[in-house]
C-alpha cells in the first residue's frame, strides 16, 4: 500500500559542495528527511522501472535512512534498488555500482570527513547515471522542489534486512542487497598490476592502510589483506562504526597524525595511508615523505602508464582551482589537456564523459580517475603501491625526483573553522570589493599580478558557475585563494589556500609553512583575516 503524507517545506535543504549536510537533529525532525528524498525524486523524470542503487558510510542514523529511502523508492515506481550489505556502500563503490549495473541514478548517505553520532553530522546526496554526483542543474531544482513540497509518498511495508544478501520484495519492488565489497575489488584487480603490488609487499615493504573506524576497513581488509598478502592487522580502525569510534575520520596530518608519527618513525612501516568517512579521500605518507594531494595528482599522471588500467596513457588532467598548479606542468610536459574546475567532484563528471580527462584531483585528499564518477581513495592508494612496485623507488625517492624535474609547488591549506558567518561574509565581500584594485600593488616582495572571483564556464554543455573562490596571484606563480566551505554543517570555515612554485632543486628542502610565511602573511593583510574573523591563527593546517 503505498501512503502519501502531507508535510511543510523547509527552507534549508540546498545542497552545499556534496549534497545536504546537516547534523543529525535536523534529519531527525519530522519529515526532514523524507522531504529531501521526495524532492530528489520529484527533480527527476524517467525512473519507472528503473534501478536506484543505495548506500551509505555506516554513521548514525544511516539504516534509518535507508529505510525510508527503500520504501519511497517503491512508492515512487522505481523498479529495483540496489543496497549495500548492511547498509555500507564507500561512494566510490556507489559509483561504479551505479555505473556497471546502468542503474538510474543513486543515493550517497555521507557526511564524508565529518564526525558521525547522535549530535554530529549527516549527509544525503544524488548521483545521476554516470555515476557522479549530480550537477548543479540537479541540486538546484531539489531545492527548489523542497522549498515548496506539500506531500511526499512511501510505501507501508515491513522494514528490509540490510544484512542478509538477496533479493527481497518491498510492494512489487526488487530490493537486491549486494556485497558492497565484491564489484569494486573486481575494478581495483583490473586497473592495477596487483602481482608486482603482491611481490613488493612479500618481499618485506610493509603497508598500512587506517580505515579511521569508516566505511573503507572491509575494502581494505579485503584488497591489502587478502589479495595482496599484507598480514592481518594491516588495516587499522577496519571495522565501519556508526560513530567512528569517536575519530574525526579526515585523513590529513592532523586527524591521521598517528599514522604519519608510525610511518615516520626509525622501525615503522615503509608506507601508510588512510581514507575519509565514505572512502573518497585518502593521505599517503612514505617514510620520510608525507605526500601533499597536489602533488599525488601530479605524480599519478606523470606514472599512470606504470599501472594497467593506464598503461596506454591518459587523456587529460583536471584539478579544483585551488588545488596547486604541479599536475599543470605535468600536462605541460605530456602535451595533455589541462582544466581548472570549481571546488567539488561534480565538475569534472562532463569532463570525464567527454573523454577529455582521465585523472582528476583536488587539494582536499581527494584524487581519482574516470573508472568511477567520484574522487577514490583506496584507488590513489593502490595507485602510489604500483608505482612504487614497477619504479622500485621509494615514496620520498620518487617525490623528490618529480620536484627535480618539474620543480615544487609549496602548498598549503589554512582552515578557519566555525568563524561567524556575518564576519566570514563580510571578509569575503571586503575582498571582492578590493579586486580591481590589487593588480599591480606590492607587498614586500610580491607583486599582484592578477585577482579575480574564479568563474568556470564548462566547456562540455555551457553552464556557468560563479563566486567559486577568490583569487590573487602574484609575479611568479605564486598564489593566495580564499573561499568559503561548502560542506560545514555550523558556522562558516574560511579556507586560504597558499602556493609558491620553487623551480630551484636546491631550496626543496625547506619545511612547507616556512617556505610559505611571506605569503601567509600578506593573505593576513589583504584579507584582514585576524580582524574580522577575532582568530590569531587557523584551527587547522593541512
Ligand atoms: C570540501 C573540499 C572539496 C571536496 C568536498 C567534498 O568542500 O574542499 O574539495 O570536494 O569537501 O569532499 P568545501 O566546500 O568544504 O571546501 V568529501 O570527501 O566531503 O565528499
Ligand atoms: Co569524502
Known amino acids: 500500500m503505498i501512503r502519501t503524507v502531507p508535510t511543510a517545506p523547509y527552507k534549508d535543504q540546498k545542497p552545499g559542495t556534496s549534497g545536504l549536510r546537516k547534523k543529525v537533529p535536523v534529519f531527525a525532525q519530522e519529515n526532514y528527511a523524507e522531504n529531501f528524498i521526495q524532492s530528489i525524486f520529484d527533480s527527476l523524470e524517467g525512473f519507472a522501472g528503473q534501478a536506484l542503487v543505495v548506500g551509505g558510510d555506516g554513521r548514525y542514523y544511516n539504516r534509518e535512512v535507508i529505510q525510508k529511502v527503500l520504501k519511497m523508492a517503491a512508492a515512487a515506481g522505481f523498479g529495483k534498488v540496489m543496497v549495500g550489505q548492511g547498509g555500507i556502500l564507500s561512494t566510490p ?83 537486491e542487497v549486494i556485497d558492497p565489497v565484491a564489484d569494486y575489488a573486481a575494478l581495483m ?9 603482491r611481490d613488493l609487499i612479500s618481499g618485506g615493504f610493509r603497508v598500512v592502510i587506517d580505515s579511521m573506524g569508516a566505511v573503507t576497513g572491509p575494502y581494505a581488509r579485503e584488497i591489502l589483506e587478502k589479495r595482496l598478502g599484507a598480514p592481518a592487522g594491516s588495516v587499522r580502525n577496519a571495522t565501519p562504526l556508526p560513530d567512528f569510534g569517536g575519530h574525526h575520520p579526515d585523513p590529513n596530518l592532523v586527524h591521521a597524525k598517528e599514522l604519519y608519527d608510525d610511518v615516520m618513525s626509525a622501525d615503522g612501516p615503509d608506507f601508510g595511508a588512510a581514507s575519509d568517512g565514505d572512502g573518497d579521500r585518502n593521505m599517503v605518507v612514505g617514510k620520510g615523505m608525507f605526500v601533499t594531494p597536489s602533488d599525488s595528482l601530479a605524480i599519478i599522471a606523470a606514472n599512470a602508464r606504470c599501472a594497467p588500467g593506464y598503461a596506454d596513457g591518459i587523456a587529460g588532467i583536471a584539478r579544483s582551482m585551488p588545488t596547486s598548479a604541479a599536475a599543470d606542468r605535468v600536462a605541460e610536459k605530456l602535451g ?32 581519482g580517475s574516470s573508472h568511477v564518477r567520484e574522487k577514490d581513495g583506496l584507488w590513489a592508494i593502490l595507485f602510489w603501491l604500483n608505482i612504487v612496485a614497477v619504479r622500485k623507488e621509494s615514496v620520498a625517492e620518487i617525490v623528490r625526483m618529480h620536484w627535480a624535474e618539474y620543480g615544487r609547488n609549496y602548498y598549503s591549506r589554512h582552515d578557519y573553522e566555525e568563524v ?70 555550523s558556522g562558516a570555515t574560511l579556507r586560504l589556500y597558499v602556493e ?27 584579507a584582514e583575516i585576524a580582524k574580522r574573523t577575532g582568530r590569531d591563527g587557523p584551527t587547522v593546517i593541512t
Open 420 to 489: 561567524d558567518t556575518d564576519a566570514a561574509n563580510g571578509l569575503m565581500d571586503a575582498l571582492r570589493e578590493k579586486l580591481a584594485s590589487l593588480p599591480g600593488q606590492t607587498f614586500g616582495d610580491l607583486k599582484v599580478e592578477a585577482a579575480d572571483d574564479f568563474a568556470y564556464t564548462d566547456p562540455i554543455d555551457g553552464s556557468i558557475s560563479t563566486n567559486q573562490g577568490i583569487r590573487v596571484l602574484f609575479q611568479g606563480g605564486s598564489r593566495v585563494v580564499f573561499r568559503l566551505s561548502g560542506t560545514g554543517t
Open 189 to 197: 584487480e583490473e586497473l592495477f598490476d596487483f602481482a608486482a603490488i
Open 336 to 367: 595533455l589537456g589541462m582544466y581548472e574546475t570549481p571546488t567539488g567532484w561534480k565538475y569534472f563528471g562532463n569532463l570525464m564523459d567527454a573523454g577529455k580527462v582521465t585523472v582528476c584531483g583536488e587539494e582536499s585528499f581527494g584524487t
Open 500 to 526: 609558491r612554485y620553487e623551480p630551484d632543486a636546491t631550496r626543496h628542502d625547506v619545511e612547507t609553512q616556512a617556505a610559505l610565511a611571506d605569503l601567509i602573511s600578506v593573505a593576513d593583510e589583504i
Open 93 to 175: 563503490a556507489a559509483s561504479h555500482v551505479i555505473r556497471k549495473y546502468k542503474a538510474f541514478g543513486g543515493i550517497i548517505l555521507s557526511a564524508s570527513h565529518n564526525p558521525g553520532g547522535p549530535t554530529e553530522d549527516f549527509g544525503i546526496k544524488y548521483n545521476i547515471g554516470n555515476g557522479g554526483p549530480a550537477p548543479e542543474k540537479i541540486t538546484e531544482a531539489i531545492f527548489e522542489r523542497s522549498r515548496i513540497i506539500e506531500e511526499y509518498r512511501i510505501a507501508d511495508a515491513a522494514d528490509i534486512d540490510l544484512d542478509t544478501v538477496g533479493s527481497f520484495d518491498l510492494a512489487g519492488m526488487t530490493v
